[in-house]
């Protein structure tokens, strides 16, 4: 770090970060690892220099590595230290105890002295632990002691011992360790590792990380995120969260490889890259690993260091990561079991915060700091082109690192009063499915298969549900039900939709990137609406819209009103019910009611919660159809036709009864286009439950043997292709669609395709 250099060694100095003042120690000579918990002297030379600079709200040593205290472990010492300066500039206290005399007066007197000057900035447990020794002893001699005169002296003494032992009784060190104090050793350390944990981080980064668990921690989970990174899951007393623990290849490293990362970056300090190369992430990161590479085994080879070409490359990777990447947030979403990824400002205050699959929400043990927190801000400007300043304080964006892509939501001053707070959206690696969501719970086989069902028969559909209710993966897997046969246009302001994996399964697809509706105009981004209707000029397509916000309402219902009876057309919308998603587009949107009768069928995802408010899962709550036939309030006018609604009892997604007699407009209309169906609800009803028939075969068999890949969108969609060309050939063959047989020979597809899978 570059402070070290302004300053001699066991020198320090100040550092003001927003309202905190920042202690930053060169510990680089000392023979010793600075560690207040562990080293008596460390202890002791920290609260000298409290005492200089009461101030102090964190404190840095820096030796190769920055090991640094927090602001709440930093005030309990602070408190030790003012407490000290206090007693040394009370002399009298230490000159003697006022009117007390005796023989052995100069032994008590050694032994205060030994507290306050000695045990009182090495051990404060022990000083504590020591002047109750103390009292005891005094007591003792009090009921041997016959003489009134050395009784008062004695006396004197206890109160002089009471009233320091009350004033350390309040310190906060003492009140968080006493119950732990009971055998305390004078000089036992062990204690203080409960109370005194630093955040740890080499030279070559600025985020740090608690290296060590808790004292007051339990393991449950431990997992390898891959080779060289691990994850470790604590429960932490007192915490309603989890700790993820994290601790990967950064922090494993000889000091030889820490110094080589530290020269290798401060050389590309000088190779800044251009803005223009921020075009192509992917290649701008290649070029830099290449460099790397041979800057590495270049210092190496001028250090003595031998490096084999593995090594080189891990180094390399890691150079990379802290230079023109995202140092541990690249770590965090390299695991795919982390959902969101909040950083909260002032940055370095807080850890960063995540949503982990199995356990919710979490804490971690990873801490970044400002310097971090402004780079990332200019890098993600020169990847997006948005702006993010005072006029514009709100950018979103995506970041596609390797092994992970997600979506960002940055705000900045003056929306956010502490600077700047960051919000990651992991996406799945591959995309979600109709099975992988069976699997999960969230949607039952019938409910997979209506709703398979209605993207095959081009209807017009809106994803609802609340923050993190999974809207845009179930709207992903949706379209994994369209036939590969067929074109698909997606609008994005923020690209989450799963459209390059698609195109690299074979789906004719053309994803379109728009401005953001919190962006202001001006930018060279086509806008929402505008984009919308550009959809519409290139050709007969599926149309799928990211997330409906704003302005591009009314151009999404003039593409439902278009597209009616062609192609689906579906796009996500924050609403928890079908009259709430009425209220949102033609209350807070603007779009007429007579518009919004174009949307066929709404799909309601929301989050469920345990009765403890602990625990919750993401579950499809209502699968309802827009009727046509009212004029101005579809809730009141019986607008609104569930389908399928969800049971909290039997935590599963039912049919009700108007879908089970065949009381659904949207169904008889898909019917009226089919010769097969037209009038007859039995062969629409048995296709449905072939659907959901195949469905949950595929998700058995995938469990049955242990081959959850089949559930993934490669599966699922040779499972679709499947079903549809055995259809047809069924009925060419006997004139009609014949669910049996089309299952039957489904069946032995699906066999033949897993015994394919695995002998490959």
Known sequence: MLFTKKIPPGGYEIVHEGEQDIMRVNYEQNMRVPSIESDSACMSFVMDKLVEVPSTSRIVFHQRR??????????????????????????????????????????????????????????????Y???????????????????????KNI???????????????????????????????????SLYKRFFRPTISPDFMFTRLMSTAPTNADEIDYYKVDRLTTVTIYKVQNDIKYLYHVNPPEFKLSEDKYELL???????????????????????????????TDLI????????????????????????????????IEVLLRDSKVQDITINGPIGMTPIFIVHEDYGECFTNI??????????????????????????????????????RARVAIIGNPLNPWGLGFAFRRHRDKPWTLPLFMHNKMITPLGAGLLSFLVDGARTMLVAGTRSSGKTSLLGSLLVEIMRKYRVITIEDTLELP????SKLGYNIQPMKVRSALAISGTSETAADEGIRTSLRMGDSSLIIGEVRSTEAKALYEAMRVGALANVVAGTIHGDSPYGVFDRVVNDLGVPRTSFKATDIIVVANPIKSSDGLHKWRRITQITEVRKHWQDDPLREKGFVDLMKYDSKEDKLLPTDDLLNGDSEVLKGIAGNVKEWVGNWDAVWDNILLRANIKEELTRVALANKQLDLLEAEGVIASNDALHNISDAVRNEVGYLDTKRIFGEWADWLKKYVREKKGG
């Open 129 to 151: 632990v020591e002047v109750k020794r103390l009292i005891r002893e005094e007591r003792i001699k009090l009921r041997k002691e016959r003489s009134t005169l050395t009784r």
């Open 262 to 292: 530290d020269l290798a970056k401060n050389v590309l300090a000088e190779h800044k890259p251009r803005e223009e190369e921020f075009i192509d992430p992917e290649r701008m990161r290649q070029t830099f690993f290449n460099i790397g």
């Open 297 to 328: 085994q270049e210092l190496a080879d001028h250090k003595g260091v031998k490096l084999n070409l593995s090594e080189i490359k891990q180094l390399a990777g890691i150079l990379v990561r802290y230079t023109v990447g995202f140092g541990l």
């Open 367 to 404: 801490f970044p700091a400002r310097e971090d927190g402004d780079g990332w801000v200019t890098k993600f400007r020169l990847l997006s082109g948005r702006p993010l300043d005072e006029a514009n304080p709100v950018l979103d964006t995506e970041l596609v690192v390797p092994g992970a």
């Open 66 to 127: 920055d090991y640094s205290y927090n602001y709440e472990q930093t005030q309990m010492l602070v408190e030790i230290a003012t407490f000290y300066n206090h007693l040394l500039k009370q002399k009298n206290l230490l000159a003697l105890v006022p009117g007390a005399v005796g023989r052995d007066f100069e032994g008590f007197m050694n032994n205060v002295r030994y507290v306050i000057l000695n045990l009182l900035k090495t051990d404060p447990l022990g000083a």
């Open 499 to 502: 459209t390059e994996a698609l």
């Open 155 to 189: 006396e004197k003494k206890i109160i002089f011992l009471h009233w320091l032992f009350n004033s350390l009784d309040q310190l906060k060190l003492i009140n968080v360790a006493k119950h732990y104090l009971d055998g305390y050793r004078l000089g036992e350390r």
